[in-house]
């Protein structure tokens, strides 16, 4: 089974393709998605769907695992990755895939065992679990990485 593990947002997006197979965990694919601010929220909300949807034609995930979203001071930013949020989960759904969500401490407990880990933390249990990380990989396709080890530990997703 497939995984598409997503770092939601509109400013920069991570994106990952995770598969289990008996040796751990597979990257097919891992990206940082960043949009253009100078451009109208709603075309970003667009180029992020449309390549969203190339990857689920091109890797056919039967899964989407996504990180949930963390209120902060920022009323409209979080209005904005909410709005991203359903956008992503609507394609997915489209596509008949399970949809699966998860907070950001279960994500660090997952990766590193530990709720409060720091970023670097995160980072450096990625690389550990998964070795087909792309050297300049950016912290938000580590995020989405993180969010598709977590759905695969916690849904036993291929075993």
Do not use: W
Request: hydrophobic share 40%.
């Amino acid at each position: 089974m497939k995984v598409l593990a997503i770092d939601p947002g509109y400013d920069r997006v991570g994106l990952a393709i995770l598969e289990k197979i008996t040796t751990g965990e597979i990257l097919h694919h891992s990206e940082c998605l960043e949009t253009d601010r100078s451009t109208d929220f709603n075309d970003r909300i667009l180029d992020i769907g449309n390549r969203i949807e190339n990857l689920i034609n091109l890797h056919q995930p039967d899964t989407l695992a996504i990180e949930t979203l963390f209120f902060n001071k920022n009323i409209k930013t979080a209005i904005g990755v909410a709005e991203a949020r359903g956008m992503i989960i609507y394609l997915a759904k489209k596509y008949n895939c399970t949809v699966f969500e998860f907070g950001p401490q279960e994500i660090k407990i997952a990766t590193t065992g530990y709720g409060k880990s720091d970023k670097k933390a995160v980072i450096d249990m990625v690389k550990r679990l998964v070795k087909n990380v792309p050297t300049n990989a950016m912290d938000d396709e580590y995020d989405a990485i993180a969010v598709g080890i977590t759905c695969i530990a916690h849904k036993g997703i291929g075993r």
